[in-house]
């Protein structure tokens, strides 16, 4: 019976850690830690048709912790981003990144001028668990 409750509590918790779907270091375990990093089909894919988004207001849906957004404000320029997403640590998360990202040394002119641009926002879930 203990061994039961054990498997239980494990898995509510695991639940719980993953219960919008995130969870910590996403990126770097999608995109192979240690292992030579692959660029993200997405940008790939958004990065085919510029014109769409160069000087144009965008929003990013789930935007987790910012990878996918500060990597598509560099790429294409945007006039400005914001990425929401319901998990306020993820949010937290891309905030960070994002200022750490504004003090990379090889950050050219232009792309911290996109970055500038950039705002993540949490926003509230009316889902019902």
Do not use: W
Request: charged share 30%.
């Amino acid at each position: 019976k203990s061994r039961e409750m054990s498997t239980s509590v494990n898995k509510n918790k695991k639940l719980e850690q993953y219960r919008h779907g995130n969870y910590h270091n996403y990126y770097y375990k999608r995109l192979g830690a240690g292992e030579q990093q692959l660029p993200d089909f997405r940008l790939e894919l958004l990065s085919s048709h510029p014109e769409y988004f160069r000087n144009k207001k965008v929003l990013d849906i789930g935007c987790n912790s910012g990878f996918v957004t500060i990597n598509f404000a560099k790429l294409l320029q945007p006039s400005s981003v914001l990425g929401i997403d319901i998990d306020g640590g993820l949010v937290e998360k891309a905030r960070h990144n994002l200022e750490k990202e504004k003090t990379d040394d090889e950050l050219q002119l232009n792309e911290l001028e996109a970055l500038k641009h950039v705002i993540f926002r949490k926003v509230r879930s009316t889902l019902q668990n």
